[in-house]
């Protein structure tokens, strides 16, 4: 019995392949891009957490070198041995791994999980051995042995100190972390070694928190894509209950129960989601691969985090991925299992019930538009946090989707009234007629079509932004890059005589509270003062930092402690200056506060320059006798295009991922929207066949089929454009701010928007093609029949 | 004071060198093995024997502050080798990590260090006599007269130690069996020092004097794998005599016991087997444990029947191999103070 009623049931599908077809395929979409970015999002995770486990440096107090990265061993048994427990670290790289020493005997007991005891149980002949991930030792060379612990950081392999030392041919040490328990009566710092400097716990600012912004963005796009498939899921099941409420009234006319019945139509729903969910997970899983060596260096660039190079099949996201899905499933489900359930056992069927545009639905959403919108802008006014520009974004595009159809409906109506010809009246309201089946594919063209707008407003915004900072910070010609105390001297020396100008940088990290900020000490020269474009400043900055009473801060910094031009900052701890100016410095993931070489030389007397801007006119010769009399190595002097080009490259690398997902749901909603049509296409023959029948051609009403897809089209892009502005301003102003610490100047690119304008009707149009291939080979008998057969 | 040995074999194994001290009872790979009838060869005798497998210096005091009030100390460093032999910088086998404690009647401190071998941030040099590890250190011109220094995050000690007697060595001629399978170490003793000094207290500087007492050993295989847990007991009698005794407690329930009579003169008299005798009294719960630390000690060829408490029960060490240590207080038929330590207590 059950059997039969199942066939039944399973022939719609027969019938309808379509239907099947988008069902399975909305809910693959909806489960592919959602499971894939928690894919992603997971494996960067993963490789925070181990590299943050194994040696988090923030949680401890460190002592590092004042100058260059060098702590010579005995220094390092002088302070033992005058009572300051500390353990010894080393770092390096060996080509592309970054190698990590430690000293298990010394290291404190709270490094990382299970600590470093795990990874160096000092057995006898244990020592010659390197710890790193799987992915890391494929294509690893090393003459030790490598054992394989999955909990390391990818990228990096750790060994005992003394093995590290040998790999990297050194005999020092590259800091040391204090261990909270030190003993009374502990020698100076300064007596010991006058050439370290204690760098405080830094409790703020780890790398998870830091990259929380940009997952919360991939996590944004995966959702919107979620919602764009479970719409066409959500119609799917509409169309395909009305359409069976024929074989649901017979069956159970046949005597059927109806508990059984609706037992068996969840059954076959779910079973189908199911298959379309699992495709969504692989897909997600092929995505997440294809995006992932993008989302890896976009995190490298921006926040210097190292995540693994390949998805691993994690049941967080896998399970999340079918979870969600079928959660979808069956809350679109449940409304129409508990229609049936109340269906008087003869009702009428009317196929087109589910169609016809209801006021009350347009009016319930609309009223849930305006709700949204009103959120929208008190968010707008008083929202704060990440959070809170998400939700904002989030009202304002549900809101503005939900108020579409009516919006369409309203513009329809104007058409309607305007038009002339009997033709063009009944295409018109025709049209209007359509809108409820078409709305949640129009919503979701809309959706992904201001989505594109506003993200391609804020990343040209960001590239113009970018340009024009690089050209200001990158203006000296050469920078050089020097190893010791005595190149530095000669260096400096060498271009006093030779260059136009010479920008000797000192740079250290400020000794003060909160999450790590640089110190930078410039020579204020013509360079500065020409180049450098402020967001805001007192009176003649440079000359208030050139006499030490002022500091230069970057905007991340001004944002992160709140403070703005005026305010005292504090540079080395009590000591503080006021703001002299704050500048713009896009792409920096710390803080930075530049004061005058002489003033940071005051607190870091042990700092020099190590680093050197030139301005001269004759680059190729400069470098030239840089290397031959100085013998400087050619990789330490760089050339100002080759570190634009290097900056452009990170910049757009971080935005390949956005302009993928951006691609991915616009394909998304145009195939919403060829489903539609499609699904559709079988419901309007007969309203098509009077038309017909008073004469106007099946190959001109196919072109009027296509003519209103387009019109559609075009009346969501026009709603799209504000709509992708108002995102755009969300994004450049609350977004960027709160994620990344900058705010950029919104510009416009009206030729962007035309051209997603054409990809938007093309999106239309070829999502219409087939619909109306179809019905201009419908036969005339099919027509026909329509006034044949009573319904 | 082979005590440490079984805190090694007992506690070890689930710190930082598990898998190094794994199968320590059992196996002895490579590493020299002590003989019996030894022939010490001083001073290089009191410097380390990297061949072996463990070591230590060891030194307890029972003090005495001017007004009175006792207090203990506890100061040792252990070598332990993951390879026998020596190497230069971090390339040697060798690892020191020490123990340092001050017991007052209502508060217990101790501190712990670590370090490698053959980079010089520890290590013991025999003539003249220099024991360190960081700025902690035990030295001297030589064995008799020596400076001692331990700091902790909230007490430390500078003493000195001047010996008024000669060595003391335990079993046979310094051969100290440890089981009835025959596991043995090498095991000489200094307890005739006297010791002055201060003390580092929260509640300041304190001048104290009183008796301290130097355990030397080191082995490899000192330990059969039945043996579960360790209580040690040096005791100076006021009449001037010493006894040194240590039970080792077997998974059977039974126990091994070996211990040997010092006499005022300082002449040792290794006892028999067993003849040592001490039952738990009272325990005390600390650290989640019930340890005795309360003893009757019977010793009847010397006539010897005695209560052992402890001055503070709450002496325990929570390092990363706990244990129990402190000063205790003798009574009954002699009187006297001495130090006990307990360890495998679970």
């Given at each position: 019995?059950?059997?039969?009623?199942?066939?039944?049931?399973?022939?719609?599908?027969?019938?309808?392949?379509?239907?099947?077809?988008?069902?399975?395929?909305?809910?693959?979409?909806?489960?592919?891009?959602?499971?894939?970015?928690?894919a992603i999002?997971?494996?960067?995770?993963?490789?925070?957490?181990a590299?943050?486990?194994?040696?988090?440096?923030?949680?401890?107090?460190?002592?590092?070198?004042?100058?260059?990265?060098?702590?010579?061993q005995?220094?390092?048994?002088?302070?033992?041995?005058?009572?300051?427990v500390?353990?010894?670290?080393?770092?390096?790289?060996?080509?592309?791994?970054?190698?990590?020493?430690?000293?298990?005997?010394?290291?404190?007991?709270?490094?990382?999980?299970g600590?470093?005891?795990?990874?160096?149980?000092?057995?006898?002949?244990?020592?010659?051995?390197?710890?790193?991930?799987?992915?890391?030792?494929?294509?690893?060379?090393?003459?030790?042995?490598?054992?394989?612990?999955?909990?390391?950081?990818?990228?990096?392999?750790?060994?005992?100190?003394?093995?590290?030392?040998?790999?990297?041919?050194?005999?020092?040490?590259?800091?040391?972390?204090?261990?909270?328990?030190?003993?009374l009566?502990?020698?100076?710092?300064?007596?010991?070694?006058?050439?370290?400097?204690?760098?405080?716990?830094q409790?703020?600012?780890?790398?998870?928190?830091?990259?929380?912004?940009?997952?919360?963005?991939?996590?944004?796009?995966?959702?919107l894509?979620?919602a764009?498939g479970?719409?066409?899921?959500?119609?799917?099941?509409?169309?395909?209950?009305?359409?069976?409420?024929?074989?649901?009234?017979?069956?159970?006319?046949?005597?059927?129960?109806?508990?059984?019945?609706?037992?068996?139509?969840?059954?076959?729903?779910?079973?189908?989601?199911?298959?379309?969910?699992?495709?969504?997970?692989?897909?997600?899983?092929?995505?997440?691969?294809?995006?992932?060596?993008?989302?890896?260096?976009?995190?490298?660039?921006?926040?210097?985090?190292?995540?693994?190079?390949?998805?691993?099949?994690?049941r967080?996201?896998?399970?999340?991925?079918?979870?969600?899905a079928?959660?979808?499933?069956?809350?679109?489900?449940?409304?129409?299992l508990w229609?049936?359930?109340?269906?008087?056992?003869?009702?009428?069927?009317?196929?087109?019930a589910?169609?016809?545009?209801?006021?009350?639905?347009?009016?319930?959403?609309?009223?849930?538009?305006?709700?949204?919108?009103?959120?929208a802008?008190?968010?707008?006014?008083?929202?704060?946090?990440?959070?809170?520009?998400?939700?904002?974004?989030?009202?304002?595009?549900?809101g503005?989707?939900?108020?579409?159809?009516?919006?369409?409906?309203?513009?329809?109506?104007?058409?309607?009234?305007?038009?002339?010809?009997?033709?063009?009246?009944?295409?018109w309201?025709?049209?209007?007629?359509?809108l409820?089946?078409?709305?949640?594919?129009?919503?979701?063209?809309?959706?992904?079509?201001?989505?594109?707008?506003?993200?391609?407003?804020?990343?040209?915004?960001?590239r113009?932004?970018?340009?024009?900072?690089?050209?200001?910070?990158?203006?000296?010609?050469?920078?050089?890059?020097?190893?010791?105390?005595?190149?530095?001297?000669?260096?400096?020396?060498?271009?006093?005589?030779?260059?136009?100008?010479?920008?000797?940088?000192?740079?250290?990290?400020?000794?003060?509270?909160?999450?790590p900020?640089?110190?930078?000490?410039?020579?204020?020269?013509?360079?500065?003062r020409?180049?450098?474009?402020?967001?805001?400043?007192?009176?003649?900055p440079?000359d208030?930092?050139?006499?030490?009473?002022?500091?230069?801060?970057?905007?991340?910094f001004?944002?992160?402690?709140?403070?703005?031009?005026?305010?005292?900052?504090?540079?080395?701890?009590?000591?503080?200056?006021?703001?002299?100016?704050?500048?713009?410095?896009?792409?920096?993931?710390?803080?930075?506060?530049?004061?005058s070489?002489?003033?940071?030389?005051t607190?870091?007397?042990?700092?020099?320059?190590?680093?050197?801007?030139?301005?001269?006119?004759?680059?190729?010769?400069?470098?030239?006798?840089?290397?031959d009399?100085?013998?400087?190595?050619?990789?330490?002097?760089?050339?100002?295009?080759?570190?634009k080009?290097?900056?452009?490259?990170?910049?757009e690398?971080?935005?390949?991922?956005?302009?993928?997902?951006?691609?991915?749901?616009?394909?998304?909603?145009?195939?919403?929207?060829?489903?539609s049509?499609?699904t559709?296409?079988?419901?309007?023959?007969?309203?098509?066949?009077?038309?017909?029948?008073?004469?106007?051609?099946r190959?001109?009403?196919?072109?009027?089929?296509?003519?209103?897809?387009?019109?559609?089209?075009?009346?969501?892009?026009?709603?799209?454009?504000?709509?992708?502005l108002?995102?755009?301003?969300?994004?450049?102003?609350?977004?960027?701010?709160?994620?990344?610490?900058?705010?950029?100047?919104?510009?416009?690119?009206?030729?962007?928007?035309?051209?997603?304008?054409?990809?938007?009707?093309?999106?239309?149009?070829?999502?219409a093609?087939?619909?109306?291939l179809?019905?201009?080979?419908?036969?005339?008998?099919?027509?026909?029949?329509?006034?044949?057969?009573?319904? | 004071?082979?005590?440490?040995?079984?805190?090694?074999?007992?506690?070890?194994?689930v710190?930082?060198?598990?898998?190094?001290?794994?199968?320590?009872?059992?196996?002895?790979?490579?590493?020299?093995?002590?003989?019996?009838?030894?022939?010490?060869d001083?001073?290089?005798d009191?410097?380390?024997?990297?061949?072996?497998?463990?070591?230590?210096?060891?030194?307890?005091?029972n003090l005495?502050?001017a007004?009175?009030?006792?207090?203990?100390?506890?100061?040792?460093?252990?070598?332990?080798?993951?390879?026998?032999?020596e190497?230069?910088?971090w390339?040697?086998?060798q690892?020191?990590?020490?123990?340092?404690?001050?017991?007052?009647?209502?508060?217990?401190?101790?501190?712990?260090?670590?370090?490698?071998?053959?980079?010089?941030?520890?290590?013991?040099?025999?003539?003249?006599?220099?024991?360190?590890?960081d700025e902690?250190?035990?030295?001297?011109?030589d064995?008799?007269?020596?400076?001692?220094k331990?700091?902790?995050?909230?007490?430390?000690?500078?003493?000195?130690?001047?010996?008024?007697?000669?060595?003391?060595?335990?079993?046979?001629?310094?051969?100290?069996?440890?089981?009835?399978?025959?596991?043995?170490?090498?095991?000489?003793?200094?307890?005739?020092?006297?010791?002055?000094?201060?003390?580092?207290?929260?509640?300041?500087?304190?001048?104290?004097?009183?008796k301290?007492?130097?355990?030397?050993?080191?082995?490899?295989?000192?330990?059969?794998?039945?043996?579960?847990?360790?209580?040690?007991?040096?005791?100076?009698?006021?009449?001037?005599?010493?006894?040194?005794?240590?039970?080792?407690?077997?998974?059977?329930?039974?126990?091994?016991?070996?211990?040997?009579?010092?006499?005022?003169?300082?002449?040792?008299?290794?006892?028999?087997?067993?003849?040592?005798?001490?039952?738990a009294?009272?325990?005390?719960?600390?650290?989640?444990?019930?340890?005795?630390?309360?003893?009757?000690?019977?010793l009847?060829?010397?006539?010897?029947?005695?209560?052992v408490a402890?001055?503070?029960?709450?002496?325990?060490?929570?390092?990363s191999?706990?244990?129990?240590?402190?000063?205790?207080?003798?009574?009954?038929?002699?009187?006297?103070?001495?130090?006990?330590?307990?360890?495998?207590?679970?």
């Amino acid at each position: 019995m059950m059997g039969v009623c199942l066939t039944a049931l399973l022939s719609h599908w027969w019938r309808n392949p379509i239907q099947l077809f988008a069902y399975l395929a909305g809910l693959a979409l909806a489960t592919a891009l959602w499971s894939g970015v928690q894919a992603i999002n997971a494996e960067a995770r993963a490789s925070y957490d181990a590299a943050a486990g194994l040696l988090d440096d923030g949680q401890f107090d460190q002592l590092l070198p004042r100058q260059g990265t060098s702590i010579p061993q005995e220094v390092y048994i002088a302070l033992r041995r005058a009572g300051w427990v500390v353990s010894p670290v080393i770092e390096g790289r060996l080509g592309k791994l970054r190698l990590l020493g430690i000293d298990p005997v010394t290291a404190p007991r709270g490094l990382g999980p299970g600590g470093p005891a795990r990874l160096l149980s000092l057995e006898a002949g244990a020592g010659d051995r390197l710890f790193m991930a799987q992915s890391t030792a494929q294509g690893v060379d090393v003459d030790v042995a490598v054992t394989i612990d999955a909990g390391i950081a990818p990228g990096m392999a750790i060994a005992d100190i003394g093995v590290t030392q040998r790999l990297l041919k050194r005999n020092d040490l590259s800091r040391l972390i204090i261990l909270p328990q030190q003993p009374l009566g502990r020698v100076e710092l300064a007596q010991i070694a006058p050439e370290l400097r204690l760098q405080p716990a830094q409790q703020t600012a780890d790398i998870g928190q830091l990259t929380d912004s940009f997952h919360l963005n991939l996590s944004a796009f995966g959702l919107l894509s979620f919602a764009v498939g479970l719409f066409i899921v959500h119609s799917t099941i509409g169309l395909a209950f009305e359409q069976r409420r024929g074989m649901i009234r017979t069956l159970r006319s046949l005597g059927v129960p109806l508990r059984g019945l609706i037992t068996l139509i969840a059954v076959e729903m779910m079973l189908l989601a199911a298959v379309g969910a699992v495709a969504g997970v692989v897909a997600g899983y092929l995505i997440a691969g294809l995006l992932l060596p993008d989302v890896a260096a976009t995190l490298r660039g921006l926040y210097g985090a190292d995540i693994a190079g390949t998805i691993q099949l994690r049941r967080s996201w896998w399970l999340s991925g079918l979870l969600i899905a079928l959660l979808g499933t069956a809350v679109a489900l449940t409304g129409r299992l508990w229609q049936i359930a109340h269906m008087p056992l003869l009702a009428s069927v009317r196929p087109r019930a589910w169609v016809m545009a209801t006021d009350a639905r347009f009016r319930l959403q609309s009223r849930g538009a305006v709700i949204l919108l009103a959120g929208a802008l008190v968010l707008a006014l008083l929202g704060q946090g990440l959070v809170g520009g998400f939700a904002l974004l989030g009202c304002l595009l549900i809101g503005a989707a939900l108020i579409l159809p009516k919006l369409a409906a309203v513009v329809i109506t104007m058409f309607e009234r305007n038009a002339r010809s009997p033709l063009w009246q009944w295409f018109w309201a025709d049209t209007k007629q359509q809108l409820p089946g078409l709305s949640l594919a129009l919503m979701a063209l809309l959706l992904a079509v201001s989505a594109n707008i506003g993200v391609s407003t804020m990343v040209s915004s960001f590239r113009l932004t970018f340009v024009g900072f690089l050209d200001q910070r990158l203006a000296p010609e050469l920078f050089v890059q020097v190893e010791t105390a005595a190149q530095s001297a000669e260096v400096q020396a060498f271009l006093d005589k030779n260059a136009t100008e010479v920008l000797p940088l000192l740079k250290t990290r400020a000794r003060t509270v909160g999450p790590p900020t640089e110190l930078y000490g410039v020579q204020v020269g013509p360079t500065y003062r020409e180049n450098w474009v402020f967001l805001d400043a007192g009176r003649a900055p440079w000359d208030t930092v050139a006499a030490g009473l002022g500091a230069v801060v970057n905007e991340q910094f001004a944002r992160r402690a709140g403070l703005w031009v005026g305010d005292r900052v504090a540079i080395d701890g009590d000591t503080t200056l006021p703001i002299a100016a704050v500048v713009g410095d896009y792409g920096n993931p710390s803080g930075q506060i530049v004061v005058s070489a002489q003033l940071l030389q005051t607190f870091h007397p042990g700092v020099i320059p190590m680093q050197f801007g030139v301005r001269t006119q004759n680059t190729l010769a400069l470098r030239q006798s840089l290397q031959d009399t100085l013998g400087i190595p050619a990789n330490a002097i760089v050339n100002q295009a080759a570190i634009k080009a290097l900056s452009m490259q990170v910049f757009e690398r971080t935005f390949t991922v956005t302009a993928a997902l951006n691609a991915l749901t616009l394909l998304v909603a145009g195939f919403a929207i060829l489903m539609s049509l499609l699904t559709l296409a079988d419901l309007r023959v007969p309203q098509l066949a009077p038309v017909w029948a008073l004469g106007i051609t099946r190959r001109y009403l196919g072109r009027l089929e296509v003519l209103r897809a387009l019109a559609l089209a075009a009346v969501v892009f026009v709603c799209a454009v504000p709509l992708g502005l108002a995102l755009a301003w969300v994004l450049l102003s609350i977004i960027n701010v709160e994620a990344f610490g900058w705010r950029l100047p919104m510009y416009l690119f009206p030729a962007e928007y035309l051209r997603l304008g054409v990809y938007s009707l093309g999106a239309a149009l070829l999502a219409a093609l087939w619909p109306a291939l179809r019905l201009m080979r419908t036969p005339p008998s099919a027509l026909l029949k329509v006034f044949a057969n009573e319904r | 004071m082979n005590a440490k040995l079984v805190l090694f074999l007992l506690v070890f194994p689930v710190t930082l060198w598990a898998q190094g001290f794994s199968g320590l009872g059992a196996q002895v790979d490579g590493f020299a093995t002590p003989a019996p009838n030894p022939v010490f060869d001083f001073p290089e005798d009191h410097g380390p024997h990297p061949d072996f497998r463990i070591e230590w210096w060891y030194v307890t005091a029972n003090l005495q502050g001017a007004d009175g009030q006792d207090y203990g100390l506890q100061w040792t460093l252990f070598r332990t080798a993951l390879a026998p032999g020596e190497a230069a910088g971090w390339r040697s086998p060798q690892v020191w990590f020490a123990h340092a404690a001050v017991t007052t009647p209502k508060a217990h401190f101790a501190s712990e260090r670590f370090a490698r071998g053959g980079i010089g941030q520890a290590g013991v040099e025999a003539a003249p006599f220099h024991a360190w590890i960081d700025e902690w250190a035990l030295s001297g011109a030589d064995f008799d007269r020596l400076d001692l220094k331990a700091r902790g995050a909230d007490f430390g000690f500078d003493m000195t130690l001047d010996a008024l007697g000669p060595l003391v060595f335990h079993g046979a001629d310094g051969y100290s069996v440890k089981s009835r399978e025959g596991q043995a170490s090498y095991y000489y003793s200094q307890p005739f020092f006297d010791i002055e000094g201060k003390l580092i207290l929260p509640e300041g500087t304190v001048p104290v004097s009183g008796k301290a007492w130097l355990d030397r050993e080191w082995s490899s295989q000192p330990l059969s794998e039945n043996q579960t847990g360790w209580d040690w007991f040096s005791l100076s009698f006021d009449d001037g005599a010493k006894l040194m005794g240590f039970l080792l407690r077997q998974n059977d329930g039974t126990t091994f016991s070996a211990s040997t009579w010092i006499t005022s003169e300082g002449e040792a008299v290794t006892l028999p087997a067993d003849a040592f005798r001490a039952v738990a009294l009272e325990k005390h719960r600390i650290a989640g444990r019930e340890i005795p630390t309360s003893w009757q000690v019977t010793l009847p060829e010397r006539g010897i029947n005695v209560t052992v408490a402890a001055l503070n029960p709450n002496s325990w060490m929570d390092l990363s191999i706990p244990y129990w240590e402190g000063p205790v207080r003798i009574s009954g038929s002699h009187a006297g103070k001495g130090y006990l330590e307990m360890t495998g207590y679970e």
